[in-house]
């Protein structure tokens, strides 16, 4: 593990998140500027990311999400096969696979999820989410 | 995997001289210390390209919003939610009904 990794990732951005961040939404920027500024990382699940390319057809703001995860401060968080029961489960409480693997990965790093969705999510108090205003 | 390193002779006032002389390692000190400036340089200076302007002030509410979500959740209570979560798929796997709601 290197030093950067050993940086607690404290804020998973969703697909609505990262959508806003391409679309320069500040609500979706400065929460992520903040996180490095306090020496942590921000992490976007493999599935969101696939997620987020599969809509964002602009080549800039394709150009911009390979930025954004080049970041020395951005961890691309996989999802575990042995974890299949508990990504289920949540696949069936979000109704969205990617949702379902950001919420498997706020819990295992302790993280805070970044969205504009977060009814999707639950009861309010079911995750820890961040809303993002529209 | 350790990856390559240089030897580099720097010069630093007293402060700075004062402070790497207490730390048990003093190259990963200055290691660290790089590494988190750069993430921030980088950050900002990607910000700057696509012309998005950041304030203090939105950074600081952004923060005080991350810190209220973390208060409200202690490792315990992510711990929690795993373990029911589990529990109840593992119930639902016996029992064969459809999740409902666990956490």
Redesign the interface.
């Known amino acids: 593990m290197t030093p950067d990794e050993e940086r607690p990732v404290t804020l998973v951005l969703d697909r609505s998140a990262v959508l806003a961040y391409l679309a320069g939404s500040i609500h979706a920027t400065e929460p992520v500027g903040e996180v490095i500024e306090d020496r942590q990382r921000f992490g976007i699940t493999a599935v969101t990311v696939a997620e987020a390319l599969a809509l964002v057809t602009n080549p800039k703001d394709r150009e911009d999400l390979h930025v954004l995860l080049r970041m020395d401060a951005c961890a691309v968080l996989s999802t575990w096969g042995e974890d299949w029961l508990e990504l289920s489960y949540w696949r069936g409480v979000t109704s969205r696979a990617d949702l379902a693997t950001t919420a498997m990965a706020a819990l295992e790093h302790r993280a805070s999820i970044l969205t504009r969705e977060g009814a999707l999510y639950g009861t309010d108090g079911h995750l820890p989410v961040i809303y993002m205003p529209q | 995997m350790t990856?390559p390193v240089r030897k580099l002779s720097i010069s630093v006032p007293q402060d700075v001289a004062a402070t790497l002389a207490e730390q048990p390692n003093a190259s990963?000190y200055i290691?660290?210390a790089v590494?988190?400036r750069?993430?921030?340089d980088?950050?900002?200076a990607?910000?700057a390209r696509?012309?998005?302007?950041?304030?203090e002030e939105?950074?600081?509410?952004?923060?005080a919003?991350?810190r209220r979500?973390?208060a409200?959740?202690p490792?315990e209570r992510?711990d929690a939610?795993?373990e029911r979560?589990?529990e109840?798929?593992?119930d639902d796997?016996v029992g064969g009904d459809?999740?409902a709601?666990?956490?």
């Open positions: 990856s990963a290691t660290q590494r988190d750069r993430a921030v980088q950050f900002r990607e910000q696509r012309g998005v302007q950041l304030t939105g950074m600081a509410e952004a923060r919003r991350r979500v973390e409200e959740w490792a992510y939610v795993r979560v589990r109840h798929m593992q796997l459809r999740p709601s666990a956490a």
